[in-house]
């Protein structure tokens, strides 16, 4: 059993960053592709970035250029570096973990593991 514990959520004014982090156990942290997903109010979850175990990264088209995911394996911990934040970027941000790196490949990716989110609000 893989946990996921997200941090770095919080309010912040549009134009502002924050960078969010994910926490895992586990010992095999290195061979999991990791992945960031997003809940808005009334909305389905939605994809945000991805990283798989060869470090190659994905990004939904309404963050490239203004995420990035990166990992740390020493540390079992993956990040998203958030900037230029707009007031549609408030939602709730979920961490995933997928144990084989084609359990996050799209269209249709299969997380096995979810942490319990981290609610990101931007002001206008």
């Known amino acids: 059993q893989v946990q996921l514990v997200e941090s770095g959520g919080g309010f912040v004014q549009a134009g502002g960053s924050l960078r969010l982090s994910c926490a895992a156990s586990?010992?095999?942290?290195?061979?999991?592709?990791m992945g960031w997903f997003r809940q808005a109010p009334g909305k389905e979850r939605e994809f945000v970035a991805a990283i798989w175990s060869g470090r190659s990264t994905l990004y939904a088209d309404s963050v490239k250029g203004r995420f990035t995911i990166s990992r740390d394996n020493g540390k079992k911990t993956v990040y998203l570096q958030m900037n230029s934040l707009n007031p549609e970027d408030t939602a709730v941000y979920y961490c995933?973990?997928?144990?084989?790196?084609?359990?996050?490949?799209?269209?249709?990716?299969?997380?096995?593991?979810w942490g319990q989110g981290t609610q990101v609000t931007v002001s206008s």
């Open positions: 586990g010992r095999t942290f290195s061979s999991y592709a």
């Open positions: 995933a973990a997928a144990q084989r790196d084609s359990d996050m490949d799209f269209p249709a990716p299969r997380p096995n593991y």
